[in-house]
């Protein structure tokens, strides 16, 4: 079933921004917003009440970590994905403790950040 929610992409750096864009459009008829940094994405996510957050964890002005707990004081069930560079397990069990949905890997082949982000938009955003 194809996606036409609003989707919230958080980085710092534009090209992946695009990047990910790009993949998401393959999910369907998204709505994307972007945002540069947590603050950014704070009130972004306030303004437009995304469906899905693509959220960065290293980031100026508030890291991932800071800005998921400051969506989710908004909102407690906000579907938020950390999208990293970093792959230390302790970054990726601080996220997930933290309650993102998931933890994907900026360097993880676009197909298999495709086939992730589906199934959490289908195990998170989806109607049984």
Not at 49 to 71: C, E, F, K, S
Not at 75 to 82: R, Y
Not at 91 to 120: F, Q, S
Request: charged share 25%; net charge negative.
């Amino acid at each position: 079933m194809p996606f036409a929610g609003k989707i919230l992409i958080v980085d710092d750096e534009p090209h992946v921004r695009k990047f990910v864009s790009l993949i998401v459009r393959g999910l369907g008829t998204p709505t994307i917003i972007e945002a540069t940094d947590g603050q950014d994405a704070v009130e972004k996510y306030a303004a437009e009440w995304p469906d899905l957050v693509l959220l960065d964890v290293n980031m100026q002005v508030m890291d991932g970590l800071q800005t998921l707990a400051a969506i989710q004081k908004l909102k407690p069930d906000a579907v938020v994905v950390m999208l990293t560079s970093l792959a230390n397990r302790q970054t990726v069990e601080e996220c997930l403790k933290a309650g993102a949905a998931g933890y994907l890997r900026k360097d993880t082949p676009k197909e298999a950040i495709a086939e992730e982000l589906a199934a959490i938009i289908r195990d998170n955003l989806t109607e049984e």
